[in-house]
């Protein structure tokens, strides 16, 4: 007989690895009655989640962030604040502010939260916003809490930043600071939908309403799953390999020539981690109970694409973070001991 | 079932892996053994090409050895792990690193999905085969690696260089051209020199060896069958020396020095003194036309200056000293007519002594002519032996025999004479009575493996003796006893004789007659018969 480990957050309901994939899966179905298609995104945004870490998507208008990131909070009862940047938006604007309020002829100052508090913030083009506003969220995804008015308050758990960015229309706009995208456990790419998802979105979307997603989790359930993923064990060897494929990414290390010659400064720690956390989930959802070379290869484009800094050669030659990287993947060997 | 029993099946399984790894990995250390060995051989035969001791067997052999026992030892070094099964097994199956991570963190409490992992692990590896695991088919690169280096060995062993070939080819046929055009300007003035005396038997007989020999070598292939006939030629050409003309050419010079100081002998005792035989027997003529003019006292003076004159010939043996004692008889006696019989006699022998000089001068270029072209074939069968690589290995070498001696002659004589080694050094020419020293050695025979046997019968107490007349320090090869089966031959002491053998090889050794591969063996014959080199 077969112990299964089965976790249980405190005050939250117990979940055992086969409940894990379950309820992933539950999820996913939820979040597919209204996005069509995009079911890498799907996969990397909810793998995100369950890994405990923020998102950071990448596409053009129109494609489906913000209804998807509206469909994981209906899935998972989350709450779900979106805040559109701007660049005339202020750090308040996000975070809070103090203001003077009157209560029995007495007049305090009473801190209104902001709406960083709530469990899932759609930060909506997030590089339209100035520096002093992105980093105002510097803290709050880092540590999971605000300081304000002098006072430090926990945001509510749990809590994920889903950030958009869009590609194009760069004028006006205020890149993210290294610091501030290393934040984001991954970034993940939206594809344009293929002809005939387009046609499917177009049958949803302009006809009678659908389908709405329906709650099939708890937050409670979320942070079960979190902690057991954190505990699926990982090989020496594999995690060896997650170190060599973040050492290939910078150029003093790196024994790939266009690494050495198009990378300014590779991945950092945190890159290394979000592989890991990333491959425990995929590995989970795989209904396995350790992590495999794949489950880390796979994640070495979403992991590490915004954490590597490219010359000005790589842009000159055409050349991406994402061409960069799988070159990587295929020059690194999985396990130098086999044949 | 506990996580326990599922690490130890595990292992077991596990375990079960590692026996085949083993298997294999020693499969894979033979194979590269071996791939390295045929390598070793393939560079160590192409280099030998350029330094010909890397050809050497113990070099190939050691050299082999060497290399597989060290890829052997590099191979077999470090022992397939527990571990290094699982990751091998988690690859070559797509298991996902079930395996290895179920082994590393199986044994530590604590660990969730530790028992899920066991599970799943000792489950899959008990059914993995390890046949597949580890199959033969892996070793295919290393098979086709040995493969590749055993050809390539052979190829370096036994393909030829036609360019290698083709140059030593036409250096042999270049030697045998030069010696042909040698033999064929001697040949050529021995013709003539016979047909101007028809009647010389000697004349007959060079022209005749030469001849022939011109024939032979012009239809000889290699350098070491015109050796073998030239061999045979100068063996020829000392049988066709004039054994009896250095007495009489000594005997008409001491002659001279009696006839010195008498007048009219003055013309006759320069002549002689000058070795002007031709101006000699012009000279005895004058005197013999003038012998009847002549006035006592001159008798007187000429006869005793000719007796004087003919006891210095009769020391060297001269026939010349009858006819001179004759003429001084004859003048002392005064009897002008049989004086001049008899000089006229003197002249007729000199201008015979003159004629066999002749015949001698030109037997002797004969000889050096051979000597020089046996040299030169000699130096070029030693190319073709090293080009061969068989120097220092043949048995054969005494085949190729050198210098004067009679070297075709059959092994059978050296093998029944000195004992029961095969071949060797058959015949042996040695100095002839009044002339050059002849040397030269060797029969045809493997005589590599016969200086221990000759030796052993020399030692012993058994006596043994080669063909030739008692006495005679070396036989006359030229007049060799046929020997048969019941043949009685007169036989000599090889102990009376051996010493003289021996120095007639190392002069023909020394004379550059021998090809220098077989040189240490002729030395090292005499030296096992326990001569003085």
Redesign the interface.
Known sequence: ?????V?EAPGHPAID?EGFAGVAARIEEQVRRVIVGQGDLVRGVLSAILAGGHVLIQGVPGLGKTVLVRALGDALDLRVNRVQFTPDLMPTDIVGTTVIQEHDGRRDFVFHDGPVFTNLLLADEINRATPKTQSALLEAMQERQVTAGGATRPLPVPFFVLATQNPIELEGTYPLPEAQLDRFLVQLLVEFPSDDELALILRRTTGAPGEEPEPVARAGDLLAMQS?AR????????LDYAVRLVAATHPERSGVDDVRRQVRFGASPRGAQAMVAMAKVRALLDG???????DVAAQVLPALRHRVLLRYEAEAEGVDADALLQRIVDGVP??P??? | ?T?TD?ARRLREALARLRRRAVLDRRTGAVLAGLTAAGMWVALAWSLGRAWQPLQSLPVLAGGAAATLVAALVAGLRRMPTLS?VA??AD??FQQ???L???L??GDATG???????L??AAGRAAALPARDAFPLR?HRPRGLAFIAAAALAAVAVLVARPHVDLAMQRADQASIAAAVQDLQRQAGAAARAAAAAPDDPRRKALAGALSAALGDVRRAQTPQSVLERLSELSDQLRGLADPGLAAEIQGAVAAAGALTGVDPLSPLARALGAGDLSGAAAAARALASSAGQLGAPARQSIAQALHAAAASAAQSGSALSTQLDAAATALQQGNAAGAKQALQSVAQQLDTLQQRQQDDRQLNAARDATGADQRQTAQRVDADRRAAGQTGQSGSAAAVVGGEGSGKAPSSQGASALGPAQGGAGEQGGPQPGGQPAGGSGGQGAGASGGGTRAAALGANEQVFVPGPPGAQVPDTSQAPVLLPGAAVPLSDARSVIAAFEQAALEALDRGEVAAGDRDLVRQYFSTLGGSS
């Open positions: 007989m077969t112990e299964i480990p976790q690895p057991l505990q699926v064990p990982v090989a020496d060897h594999v396995r109970p350790n992590v495999a070379f794949d999985r396990d001991l086999v044949r | 079932m996580p599922d290094w990751r091998m690859a070559r996902q690193e079930r290895a991570t179920a590393e963190h660990v969730a999905f530790r028992a899920q992992l599970a799943e892996h």
